[in-house]
């Protein structure tokens, strides 16, 4: 992150700190506040610099307190890659030749749980906002992912928060990949099976209007379950499970390559552990 | 989209066209070139005017032509909440009570495809960019989903598009989530097993260095594919899905209550269907 001079047309001027990526580009975190046109002129001299040296993609880093100048880095050529509360990133390719700029992130994830006690009564919910409030319809607690919120984790959270129940993760049943959802991006629900560690109900007021414990065979017969084909599998797939049908995925703890923190790797196991079983 | 008047201490103001969400929030997506005087001034109003009624989130949406409004939109007290290449959305929540301001979409998600012709080889390459770069370690074909695409459509199209090979989806074996990857979100790598339509490999010059079909005992003898976990998995679950003990998941079209478009449940098929089976 050191600072260059650079020879430029006869003048030196400041090109913008940056470091080199892994993929022959150059990352601009920008920290200190800048008038805009000081800032376009060294970002000017940067690209100028930038090209020469063989740079492909760049990328400007604005936190939200530099907002005064988003408005140079797009006149000088920049598009908007992604955002968070606190920081816009924008990107610019400098190569004729076709972009490799690696895409946003495009899917929310959410969390479905199915959590049954041994009278086989299910864990619903009905929900005070969204497309569902005040219909009177009965479903098991979903909710989104948190950034950085391992899938088995999520589940066992959202759980606690709207019901009070307490729960322990046993399997991934399935999940669903859809389209065009909020804001244009896909959505990743993933239905996991929970155990009920807890029976008592303490709903959350905030986004539950309310919540019980319901015999299966009455979520089932809801008209709204008969309709749409992914309550119905929900249904299928918690009957298949309980009667010992069914075997779905399972979180094993895996080390990566490109990344030190700990990942998990969700599969049969049931069916895996058969086969070195049967090896042995 | 009506633009609408209030009379605002003594002085009518526009304020700025916007419509309601279904959770008791507005969104104004602005179109037309506005001075940003202009607009703070109409953003002020807006603002009062929207609070009075009881509204939460309130979004703005900038076109990338608009960048000249982004400063002001932030002077007003709101924040970034994701960007695409030519738009960004700013939120604000006008309550003092706790935000349920839905989260940007947090996972990229991609695929890795697992392909073995009938001599029992692994279809495998080696890549041009990334960490792996020149160290001359052979790995399944991996890639990124586009927006909106189907997971199994994805990795036939990035098998064609890196190896030239046409295949067939089979079957999910597993996915992977991983956290902090690029740009601090996280990732979805699903993997799936395809069955090759055609043998002959034509590589991409722009991401692939090298592709072969590669006996499955070199792949797993690699140093690589031994010291990390990943691979020796994709190398347990071919195995064991080629000697026909392992059972993933396989996608059902279903429909969703809150979306036209077709979605794919993905499930143990399976042993869903000797349930079914067995109960009649």
């Not at 908007?80 to 076709?98: G, K, Q, R, S, T």
């Not at 199915?114 to 098991?140: P, S």
């Amino acid at each position: 992150m050191e600072e260059v001079f650079v020879q430029n047309g006869g003048k030196k001027d400041y090109l913008l700190p940056a470091y080199d990526d892994d993929h022959e580009g150059v990352i601009a975190e920008l920290k200190e506040p800048m008038d805009p046109t000081n800032f376009g002129s060294r970002l000017r001299a940067s690209l100028f610099h930038w090209k020469l040296q063989g740079k492909k993609g760049v990328w400007i880093k604005l936190p939200i307190q530099l907002a005064n100048l988003v408005e140079t880095t797009v006149k000088e050529g920049f598009w908007y890659h992604h955002a968070e509360p606190d920081y816009l990133m924008l990107v610019n390719w400098l190569p004729v030749i076709d972009s490799t700029i690696p895409a946003n992130a495009t899917h929310r994830v959410g969390i479905g749980a199915i959590i049954v006690n041994d009278k086989r009564e299910l864990l619903v919910v009905q929900e005070k906002n969204g497309r569902l409030k005040g219909k009177g319809i009965w479903k098991i607690p979903t909710g989104v992912i948190d950034q950085g919120e391992d899938i088995f984790a999520g589940a066992i959270r959202e759980v606690k928060e709207e019901t009070g129940v307490d729960t322990e993760f046993v399997e991934l049943l399935a999940f669903r990949q859809m389209h065009k959802a909020l804001f244009g991006k896909s959505d990743l629900l993933f239905l996991c099976m929970l155990r009920p560690l807890s029976f008592e109900i303490q709903k959350q007021d905030l986004e539950i209007e309310a919540a019980q414990w319901m015999p299966l065979d009455e979520y089932a017969a809801q008209p709204f379950t008969q309709k749409h084909s992914l309550y119905k599998y929900i249904n299928d797939l918690c009957l298949a499970k309980l009667d010992g049908f069914y075997t779905g995925f399972t979180p094993r703890p895996i080390t990566s390559y490109f990344n030190d923190s700990m990942s998990y790797l969700y599969l049969n196991k049931q069916d895996l552990n058969r086969r070195v079983f049967s090896l042995n």
